[in-house]
């Protein structure tokens, strides 16, 4: 037994490791040499970006106020400064959504020059509810510091070198989308980093590149610092509804890298996104990565950056193994036949028929076993403490949880019996799989796979050997694992418990046995721990002040009442049903559901819009107030919308749901649109005027959320929702 819980404390030992491997590397001071990334030096160009630290939406004035502060910062740095002004728009039917908004990008000449350029971008603006130091000041201030010590080498690039500085990402990329849309600056495009986040600590990670990226992984391979990164992320990416500024270049063929760190998502899109919460350690990072590349990519011919895709991912940081995504798939096949051959002739001929049978069942049922784990504690934890979050203030809890709740699942199928040649043939059988259908992945279990073909023809004699091939597994699957929780999450389980549970697969052959005591202990002491520590994660509190709940605040007048509402949230904090008698549960209202409670009669002038019908086409112009900070109109879905156009930018949307467009700033208020639509028969459309923040009368409320709840996102508001009608054809 004794054996068994140190095999327990060697897997644990490996966790340690790839969270320490995993953390960013020191932060240089202010008084580091001028030609290295200095974080503390980043740091100071961030907070005189900030200024105030006020949240600066595109089309605000405190969003003008960051751009001129940011027009001293490259003035400093001898950069040519040009803008890019004009109304942009994106969207389209996978959000069934259009966004509009008045953008200014700042581009800055570092390297002047005609030809095609290396380009480096962050977005300058925030979102309403936050002021975005994180995302994406640090993004700003990192090529700000890199530019720097970039020019103090004293280089001469091959390239020009551009600085893109966009607007309205948030908005949804519309910077980004009226760069790529522009002729002249489309054409300058060489390739393009784009440096983003969605926290406040941790690694730079590289989490996506323009297809074809062979070449670029090996340059980043060559030259970056430390390596954080896997071909796993890409095919994640593709398959999510998450976009950046990356997005628009990557639909016109360019070539680019995408960098962000994800740790510290507690402080994202919220009033928490400050500068003090950014750790250094992790500017360092983002910054050092940047400078390597820029520094290579200057003596690079852009035409030696194309060639086929890569399969690749790091382990521990210091190493990033990389093939041909073509050669995945026959090196899968190959690695599989070996580890058969090997396991057919070093069989237990001995053993029944049965047990061949169990044995080869038990990776599979591992696998499930530990996936149905992860989903069982974290429901207990969550259904005791009321919260689809209930780790978000003290995730060590849960954590131990998980790793009990896993050592059991191991146990307890392991009975099933163990076969070296089972547990690696299943794995080497997922690399065929995988390497055939989404290739970024396979190289998680062909590597360590690999390794199990090397050392199968000598493990008869030599037992100990199988530990050389879950060593690599544990390495690269715990690796993910705390990549994973860093991107998502205590509440992403199953992604866990899922990966944990191959590191266990492979692990499993280095089990002892035990007698029925032994086991049957292990296994009991395991489940009731865990079990033990999903219950104290359950019954302590899920938020605090440092890691709050998410929580907007609206004031909506519609049909002449105003009521409060607000988010859907677990738990719903009780003193805000000691100022206001929100409902018990949430009700549907012109942009989503959520709590309300009475407010009233409507004080406010109703958002109206005219519209002319001119057969399939509708003529509309919205008219919105003074203050409005922004108007959107809700076309449903008996619409039937063909086509939307507003100004040069012309849409054809497949309407599958209630469609809205979006004029997110203060510019187009009262904006023209043409839609094309199918229905005859008269119908209505909705228009919502927002402003930001809300009326008098709201304090009380926002003063019962504090301190463990926020606003997020688009903040706390004030909503304006009227009908308008259409008239038939």
Not at 314 to 338: A, C, T
Not at 512 to 532: E, F, I
Not at 673 to 687: E, K
Request: aromatic letters at 8%; hydrophobic letters at 50%; charged letters at 15%.
């Amino acid at each position: 037994m004794l054996r068994c819980w140190g095999l327990a404390l060697a897997a644990l030992a490996v966790w340690f490791l790839s969270v320490y491997a995993q953390m960013p590397p020191r932060a240089l001071g202010p008084d580091a040499p001028a030609t290295e990334f200095s974080a503390a030096r980043a740091k100071d160009a961030l907070t005189r970006l900030q200024g105030p630290a006020r949240p600066h939406p595109a089309g605000t004035e405190e969003n003008a106020a960051v751009h001129a502060r940011l027009e001293k910062e490259l003035t400093a740095l001898g950069a040519r400064i040009r803008h890019l002004t004009e109304a942009s728009c994106y969207g389209g039917a996978r959000w069934n959504a259009i966004a509009c908004a008045e953008i200014d990008d700042i581009i800055g000449e570092v390297v002047p020059g005609q030809g095609k350029a290396i380009v480096l971008m962050a977005h300058m603006d925030s979102v309403p509810a936050g002021p975005g130091a994180g995302d994406d000041g640090s993004g700003v201030a990192t090529i700000l510091e890199a530019v720097r010590a970039w020019k103090a080498r004293d280089l001469k690039s091959r390239h020009p070198i551009l600085v893109l500085f966009t607007d309205g990402e948030e908005y949804g990329m519309l910077g980004a989308e009226a760069f790529v849309r522009n002729p002249y600056w489309a054409r300058r495009v060489g390739v393009v980093i784009n440096m983003e986040a969605r926290g406040s600590t941790g690694r730079s990670l590289l989490f996506q590149t323009s297809p074809g990226n062979a070449k670029l992984i090996d340059l980043y391979a060559r030259h970056a610092p430390r390596y954080a990164s896997s071909s796993l992320f890409p095919e994640i990416y593709r398959i999510m509804p998450n976009d950046t500024d990356l997005t628009p270049f990557l639909r016109e063929g360019m070539t680019g890298y995408n960098f962000a760190f994800v740790g510290g998502v507690e402080n994202y899109h919220t009033p928490n996104d400050t500068v003090a919460n950014i750790d250094p350690r992790t500017l360092q990072s983002h910054g050092d990565n940047l400078l390597t590349l820029l520094n290579a990519l200057t003596f690079t011919r852009f035409e030696d950056l194309k060639g086929g895709d890569a399969a690749w991912l790091d382990i521990l940081g210091v190493w990033l193994p990389h093939l041909p995504s073509g050669w995945m798939l026959p090196l899968s096949v190959i690695v599989f036949g070996v580890i058969a051959f090997f396991g057919w002739r070093g069989r237990d001929r001995e053993a029944t028929a049965r047990q061949h049978v169990r044995a080869a069942l038990m990776p599979p049922l591992l696998v499930l076993c530990c996936a149905a784990t992860g989903f069982a504690l974290h429901g207990i934890a969550s259904y005791l403490s009321g919260s689809a979050y209930p780790s978000l203030a003290d995730p060590w809890v849960l954590r131990w949880a998980f790793g009990f709740g896993l050592w059991a699942s191991l146990l307890l199928t392991a009975r099933l019996g163990v076969s070296a040649s089972a547990s690696w043939l299943w794995l080497a059988g997922l690399g065929i799989v995988t390497a055939a259908t989404m290739t970024g992945i396979s190289p998680f279990f062909v590597f360590p796979a690999l390794v199990s073909a090397m050392v199968m023809p000598l493990a008869p004699r030599r037992p100990w050997l199988l530990a050389l091939p879950a060593l690599a597994a544990a390495l690269i699957w715990l690796g993910l694992t705390v990549q994973g929780e860093e991107l998502l999450g205590l509440f992403g389980h199953p992604l866990f418990t899922v990966t944990v549970a191959f590191a266990l697969v492979a692990l499993a052959p280095l089990l002892p046995k035990l007698d029925m005591r032994g086991w049957a202990l292990s296994a009991g002491a395991s489940t009731a721990l865990a079990l033990v520590f999903a219950v104290i994660a359950g019954v302590l509190p899920p938020f605090s002040a440092e890691k709050p709940q998410r929580l907007n605040l609206r004031y909506v007048e519609s049909d002449g009442r105003a009521v409060w509402a607000a988010d859907i949230a677990r738990p719903f904090p009780p003193a805000l049903r000691a100022v206001a008698n929100f409902s018990a549960a949430p009700r549907p209202l012109a942009l989503g559901s959520a709590y309300v409670a009475d407010a009233g009669a409507a004080r406010f002038p109703k958002p109206s819009a005219e519209v002319i019908r001119m057969g399939r086409n509708l003529a509309i112009t919205l008219q919105g107030s003074a203050e409005a900070d922004g108007m959107t109109l809700v076309i449903p879905r008996g619409a039937g919308l063909t086509s939307a156009t507003l100004g040069k930018w012309k849409f054809k949307p497949e309407q599958t749901a209630d469609f809205r467009i979006i004029c997110a700033s203060r510019d187009c208020r009262n904006a023209m649109m043409v839609l094309g639509v199918t229905a005859t028969q008269p119908f209505d459309l909705t228009v919502v005027e927002l402003r930001r923040g809300l009326p008098p009368g709201g304090e009380g409320l926002q003063a019962a959320r504090a301190p463990i709840a926020v606003p997020s996102q688009t903040g706390d508001a004030t909503m304006l929702v009227a009908k308008v009608a259409v008239p038939p054809r």
